[in-house]
């Protein structure tokens, strides 16, 4: 997995990140695309479409490493019953 090849570097960006209280530009970009729903009457309302919205997927990464320390942390000093 290209994640674990690449976790220190992505680990200094996110601590980079989090302490400059900045998140780049590019992270905060989704694409969105739109697709028919099969079968509708009429394709001129809103609701014949679907909307299907794309993370940055560097962004999904990082939140899931900093949801995991702070899953140990919280196992490891019991903060939770």
Known sequence: MVALIIIKDLVKVASHCFISKIILKHLKKF?????????????????????????????????????????KAVKEHKLLP
């Open 31 to 71: 694409i969105t695309i739109v697709l028919r729903k099969e079968e509708k009457k009429d394709y001129s309302l809103l609701s014949s479409y679907r909307l299907i919205t794309f993370k940055n997927m560097l962004i999904k990464v990082l939140k899931k490493h900093v949801a995991n320390i702070i899953f």
